[in-house]
């Protein structure tokens, strides 16, 4: 089995930063890790994916230069740190696992396996 638990979201003012954690049992399955987040009456968006091996890593335009996607293997964790948070930002950031990696296909959904409960980030300003 593969779960994934994440945890770190809240409320925080424009400006701020939080940093999201992903715990992931069962790793050994999966090759790619991603970050997906959802507004209210919003399609699901891309927001980062690394790949296990190599450190691969690939952002979605809203995020660049503002959000980091990284990795703990020791402790199979996966963390999303994210600065300058606008109110934009608002969203449930969901963890997603994949038993792959392929870039043309890496900020689509259906692309990943296994999915975590959500989490929810909320931005004032």
């Known amino acids: 089995q593969v779960l994934l638990v994440e945890s770190g979201g809240g409320l925080v003012q424009a400006g701020g930063s939080l940093r999201l954690s992903c715990v992931v049992s069962?790793?050994?399955?999966?090759?790619?890790m991603g970050w997906f987040r959802q507004a209210p009456g919003k399609e699901r968006e891309f927001v980062a994916a690394?790949?296990?091996?190599?450190?691969?890593?690939a952002y979605g335009d809203s995020v660049k230069g503002r959000f980091t996607i990284s990795g703990d293997n020791a402790k199979n964790t996966v963390f999303l740190q994210m600065n300058s948070l606008q109110p934009e930002d608002t969203a449930v950031y969901y963890c997603?696992?994949?038993?792959?990696?392929?870039?043309?296909?890496?900020?689509?959904?259906?692309?990943?396996?296994?999915w975590g409960q959500g989490t929810q980030v909320t931005v004032s300003s």
């Open positions: 997603a696992a994949s038993a792959r990696w392929q870039l043309l296909w890496i900020t689509a959904s259906n692309h990943y396996d296994y």
């Open positions: 069962g790793r050994i399955s999966t090759y790619a």
């Open positions: 690394i790949r296990w091996s190599g450190g691969n890593t």
